[in-house]
């Protein structure tokens, strides 16, 4: 009978195994964090529009003047600048890479391309407007913000969004929201 001693080692059986168990724990955890991450780069992007459009709206009441929040939806920028010669320089927003806004609806026209000027008037008012954010896994979140106020209103369906801004559109030339 011959002994087989074993020296101290493990099997490549068992460090498979070890492997394996571990790929699967990474892969639970990686899907468990999805939802929280990709809520947070949408709380994000949201915090980042409501922060630019309370400036433009402060800034236009402040200096009576005119400025525009300009959407670029392909190179993914936010640019809030005077319509005139003013003393302020534009404010700019870079989005990044992982956030994104797909569409952008107001009373005129829905796109989801170019760009989209939204004007801020001297009293600190605007146009009402929509943006749809980038959305993987659902139809996506529609976010309203209101021309006369400054509110923003979240929305699922883009129904209720057309019905909202068709209400400006026949309105007699004032903001009703």
Known sequence: MSA??????????????VLAISALVTAGV????????RQARRGELVA???SLDRQLRDRAARDGGTWQLVIDLRAGTLVGRPTAAQVDVPLAVALGRSLKVLEVHTAER??????VVID????GTSASFAV??????????????SGLSGKWEQFNDS?????????TRLSTGTDTR
């Open 120 to 123: 801020y008037r001297a009293g």
């Open 30 to 37: 990686m899907l468990a964090l999805e939802e929280p991450y």
């Open 48 to 50: 980042r529009l409501q």
């Open 159 to 167: 129904q209720q969004v057309d019905q909202v801004l068709a209400l």
């Open 4 to 17: 087989h001693r074993r020296c101290g080692g493990y099997t490549l059986l068992e460090l498979s195994l």
């Open 110 to 115: 829905r796109t989801s391309y170019g760009q």
């Open 132 to 145: 749809r954010f980038e959305e993987p896994l659902e139809a996506g979140s529609w976010f309203l913000v």
